[in-house]
């Protein structure tokens, strides 16, 4: 599908248009983000610690997500992580 010269003029005036209806947002937007960045480059600390925080908060959610989708996705036609996931199961030692 093609997208016209009228199409991209409509998109254009709504994106303005939405620009000039928020203006105050994304002024406070830009000054929080750089006063942000200001801080992380007077305390590079600061910024690692909740760089840390962060990915650590990612992790945990993207772990526990992807736990719930393998056991929702046996239903699924074509799942094959059972079948890939055998033989793991052979190569772990009987005491576990």
């Known amino acids: 599908m093609a997208t016209t010269n009228a199409q991209v003029g409509n998109i254009r005036r709504d994106v303005n248009e939405a620009i000039r209806s928020h203006w105050v947002l994304f ?46 996705a046996q239903r699924v036609p074509g ?3 059972g079948p890939c996931s055998l033989p793991c199961y052979r190569l772990l030692p009987a005491s576990i």
């Open 27 to 72: 002024l406070i937007q830009g000054l929080i983000m750089a006063a942000l960045g200001l801080i992380a480059a007077v305390e590079p600390m600061v910024a690692t610690f909740a760089v840390e925080i962060f990915a650590g908060w990612l992790f945990l959610f993207g772990g526990i997500i992807g736990l719930a989708s393998v056991f929702t």
């Open 79 to 81: 799942y094959i992580g």
